[in-house]
């Protein structure tokens, strides 16, 4: 049976929309700042030779360096200033909502309310600058390593590059707060949305004149578009997937001898709770040995044969990388999902509020029951985006070079993953909207007609 608000959603149409002003003012502000973010990926970094560097990444065949390109919307292989993109910034909102959880004083600003969330953002951002700079140098120093990409190599082009990317990445942090604020949907969500989706048009060409020069077979094509559509349909079917437990209220009298209360609802709690954090942290994780590694083979170490032998073996697509990816994305389900849903407060707040689950005792008992029921969906979510990212990767692995990288990563599940749950964020928060600019039309309404009568 729908809800009230899923029914009242599906009564929507244009009308709706094109009577809501602020709703319109939302989104031109969203796609103004996508906009600006789109150009930023077409600004080269200082001191660069741009055509040499893309000879260079063309001939890279794929890898890490091509996801990243993914995420940023191409903005890697032009080496643009938003080469970074939020990366750094979701490996810093990571890192500090897990130490919430372990350390004492995080945990008493998250305590505090408003003041101490933006205290704990405030050291989000610091933490941001601290791993952008790192991944802005190791990036400086691979650009000089590649014949004829740096024009002028040395340390002032290490030091503008830094500064530049770092800058960049800062940018698109600020913008998307903005969006987040005064747009649409979560902006760092959607920043990355949009530069997997910019990607999309070239690599659909690519793969269709592949198919035309004979690179890529008719019968290799119609596989990988039957997984990008079947995969899709798996995600959107697994994403809305809930677990719905029905909380009772009891009734209460009050002194006037009305009673209130006796109503049930339903708290619903998402099969894939904690989202695309998993995946996209163990995608971090894995390309921190690859970061260090370049940062050795640069110098003259005696050791770079050794290192060479260990980045191979835990290279992209190797059987050590797929399993390793597999067995992160489920210990980071397990690990963050606790941070995500608590049932300990939940318990609390249903307690103070009077609420109960039918047949079992409120407080401790309820925060088992929540964490039992919990850990069962994330064992099955955890599954499920395991087997999302990893099934595409071993696919591209093992496919012997066939499949263009390009297009290998736009069917990667990570990417769908993203794609998916930001576009199924987004739906929802402009029919919240809609939703909202329609109560308040009927309690205008309902207010004139009295004052009528």
């Not at 649409?184 to 949305?193: D, E, R």
């Not at 109503?263 to 040995?289: D, H, Q, W």
């Not at 736009?410 to 769908?416: A, E, F, N, P, R």
Request: proline letters at 4%; glycine letters at 10%; aromatic letters at 10%.
């Amino acid at each position: 049976m729908a809800s009230a608000s899923e029914q009242l959603a599906q009564n929507m149409n244009l009308g709706v929309f094109a009577k809501a002003k602020e709703l319109q003012q939302r989104l031109l502000f969203t796609l103004l700042i996508l906009i600006v973010y789109r150009v930023g990926t077409f600004i080269p970094v200082p001191g660069m030779d741009i055509a040499q560097f893309q000879a260079a990444f063309n001939s890279g065949g794929g890898g890490l360096l091509t996801r990243l390109n993914m995420f940023a919307g191409g903005a890697v292989e032009r080496m643009a200033i938003f080469a970074l993109n939020v990366m750094p910034y979701i490996s810093a909102s990571i890192i500090m909502t897990l130490m919430k959880g372990s350390v004492g004083s995080l945990k008493e600003l998250d305590k505090d309310g408003e003041q101490g969330r933006k205290q704990i953002n405030q050291y989000t951002r610091y933490l941001t600058v601290f791993l952008a700079a790192f991944q802005a140098y190791g990036i400086a120093r691979a650009l000089q390593s590649t014949p004829g990409a740096v024009i002028n190599p040395g340390l002032f082009f290490e030091a503008s590059t830094v500064i530049t990317l770092v800058g960049g990445t800062m940018f698109l942090m600020w913008m998307g707060e903005q969006v987040t604020a005064r747009g649409v949907g979560n902006g760092v969500s959607l920043i990355i949305f949009a530069g997997i989706v910019a990607e999309l048009p070239k690599a659909i060409f690519q793969a269709f004149s592949l198919n035309q020069q004979g690179s890529v077979s008719e019968l290799l094509l119609i596989f990988l578009i039957i997984l990008f559509v079947g995969l899709s349909m798996l995600i959107v079917y697994v994403e809305r997937a809930q677990r719905r437990l029905l909380v009772q209220y009891p009734k209460r009298q009050m002194a006037g001898g009305k009673t209130f209360g006796g109503e049930s609802s339903f708290m619903p709690l998402k099969l894939n709770t904690a989202g695309v954090i998993p995946p996209i942290f163990a995608s971090s994780l894995l390309l921190l040995p690859a970061t260090f590694g370049q940062l050795a083979l640069n110098g003259d170490g005696a050791g770079s044969g050794i290192m060479t032998t260990l980045l191979a073996y835990i290279g992209y697509g190797s059987p050590v990388y797929l399993t390793l990816y597999g067995l992160l994305i489920v210990f980071f389900c397990y690990f963050y999902v606790p941070y995500v849903f608590k049932p300990d407060d939940v318990a609390d707040n249903m307690r103070k509020n009077g609420g109960f689950l039918p047949g079992i005792r409120p407080g401790e008992r309820t925060a088992q029951y929540l964490s039992y029921v919990l850990s069962r969906l994330t064992f099955i979510g955890a599954i499920y985006v395991a087997f999302v990212c990893v099934l595409p990767e071993y696919i591209i692995a093992t496919s012997g070079g066939s499949i263009p990288p390009s297009v290998a990563m736009l069917i990667g599940g990570m990417s769908l993953l993203i794609i998916v749950s930001v576009t199924l964020d987004t739906v929802a928060q402009i029919q919240s909207h809609l939703i909202a600019h329609q109560y308040e039309g009927l309690i205008k309404k309902s207010r004139m007609r009295r004052r009528k009568k």
